[in-house]
């Protein structure tokens, strides 16, 4: 079974949706044949990758893709990166796409400065990323930065109506419709997690949710609903534990977002302890012991 997020991911810019502006400006260096040193960042499934990836079949190029979570290190750069920047091509261009750059070492990203500018001539570097501030400033200062916003919800639903018709799917019903609203609210504006989580929901050609794919949101209600009861730690971890959940990226902005009315004049504290717990997330194993952590650090807050 092929993936849809992979079947359906755009080739063209045509088929790319939203970021109106920012695909004008690409479009225009498609025409030139070349590009900038480009970064691209925002929230996790919008289209980073595909819009890098884009680019790169639209360019007579030679490609070199790596994954920044997977490899990370100085000896990536020395390794890979350095020998394919500095090797001949026998096209107009070489193309360097660094996905998920915020995961790449300070020491291997100050590595790179040198090798964006020694290989401009032959080379450009698209990075992709999550959060533009763990990527050091003169990095940034290479490239032509642009951030990815989501497209609108209603474009989100007429592209898994559209992936809906090419699967010949039963979507027109009442039922099937609201099954479809249901996963767009809850993963908005994970476009990737809501076409998976779709296609994990079809039976006999129609759309049928389990409650688990909207296990996010009812676990932010159930923790919110446990931090304004001052519940003890013990009975939160039970709500993480019962969810069955292995991510959790989800709750830190719902809580975020209710922030205000959960911890009045001390809102600021609160989300610099969500902030904090957020990045420190991204590095750990057990997800969810760092967000127990917060939650033992936000219930002293309420």
Same mark, same amino acid.
């Given at each position: ?230 519940? /003890?730690?013990? &009975?939160?971890?039970? #709500?993480? =534990? ?8 989800? @709750?830190? !902005?719902? *809580? ?9 004049? /001390?809102?600021? &504290?609160?989300?610099? #302890?969500? =902030? ?8 750990? @194993?057990? !997800?969810? *012991? ?13």
């Amino acid at each position: 079974m092929e993936l849809w997020v992979e079947k359906y991911r755009p080739t063209t810019l045509e088929e790319y949706v939203g970021n109106e502006i920012i695909k004008d400006k690409i479009a225009d260096y498609l025409k030139q044949g070349s590009i900038q040193n480009l970064l691209f960042h925002g929230v996790a499934g919008t289209g980073k990758t595909t819009l890098a990836k884009l680019i790169a079949k639209n360019l007579n190029c030679d490609l070199l893709y790596i994954n920044a979570s997977d490899e990370r290190g100085i000896d990536t750069i020395r390794d890979k990166i350095i020998p394919f920047a500095s090797s001949m091509s026998f096209n107009d261009v070489k193309i360097v796409i660094l996905d998920e750059a915020d995961y790449i070492t300070p020491q291997a990203q100050a590595t790179l400065r040198n090798t964006i500018e020694s290989c401009s001539k032959t080379t450009r570097f698209i990075f992709t990323c999550n959060y533009l501030e763990r990527i050091i400033s003169p990095l940034q200062s290479r490239c032509q930065t642009f951030e990815i916003t989501p497209p609108s919800k209603d474009e989100v639903i007429d592209l898994i109506c559209e992936i809906s018709v090419k699967e010949g799917l039963k979507i027109n019903t009442k039922n099937n419709t609201d099954n479809v609203l249901s996963v767009v609210d809850t993963h908005y504006p994970d476009i990737r997690k809501i076409v998976n989580t779709i296609q994990g929901s079809i039976v006999d050609g129609e759309v049928k949710i389990d409650n688990n794919s909207l296990k996010n949101t009812q676990l932010g209600g159930l923790v919110v609903d446990a931090l304004i009861r001052k519940a /003890k730690l013990s &009975e939160i971890r039970q #709500i993480l =534990a019962d969810s069955g959940s292995r991510e959790f990226d989800d @709750l830190f !902005k719902y *809580i975020y977002d209710k922030s205000s009315a959960l911890f009045g004049d /001390k809102e600021g &504290e609160a989300i610099l #302890i969500i =902030a904090k717990y957020q990045y420190e997330y991204t590095f750990v @194993l057990e !997800k969810e *012991i760092c967000v127990a952590a917060m939650l033992n650090k936000l219930l002293n807050l309420c």
